[in-house]
């Protein structure tokens, strides 16, 4: 079972990126998932959640607007782009499924520089 994280990297502020939370040896379709993010010094914050079919999505205030959770289930993948990006967007994203929780990923680092 695992759950992998992709397509951080380092952007300036105001760019974007798109990432992934692959699932493998798991089936997440029926699944809520969220993506979370742990800033240095930090605790683990969860940012966006997606019901398994998709009608349902809430953001965490400081993302709302800037980043967008989607998924698909025939690729049992869920995505997090993430528009003007800011500084404080700085961490490592993780995605898991909060109500059934698997093991954490290793998540992928984003940086954001002024």
């Known amino acids: 079972v695992q759950l992998v994280e992709s397509g951080g990297g380092l952007v300036q502020a105001g760019g974007s990126l798109r990432l992934l939370c692959a699932a493998s040896?798991?089936?997440?379709?029926?699944?809520?998932m969220a993506w979370y993010r742990q800033a240095p010094g930090k605790e683990r914050e969860w940012i966006a959640v997606?019901?398994?079919?998709?009608?349902?999505?809430k953001y965490v205030d400081s993302v709302k607007g800037r980043f967008t959770i989607s998924r698909d289930n025939a690729k049992n993948t869920v995505y997090l782009q993430m528009n003007s990006l800011k500084v404080e967007d700085t961490a490592v994203y993780y995605c898991?499924?909060?109500?059934?929780?698997?093991?954490w990923g290793q998540g992928t680092q984003v940086t954001v520089s002024s």
């Open positions: 898991n499924a909060p109500y059934a929780q698997r093991p």
């Open positions: 040896g798991t089936s997440i379709t029926n699944n809520t």
């Open positions: 997606i019901t398994s079919g998709g009608d349902i999505i």
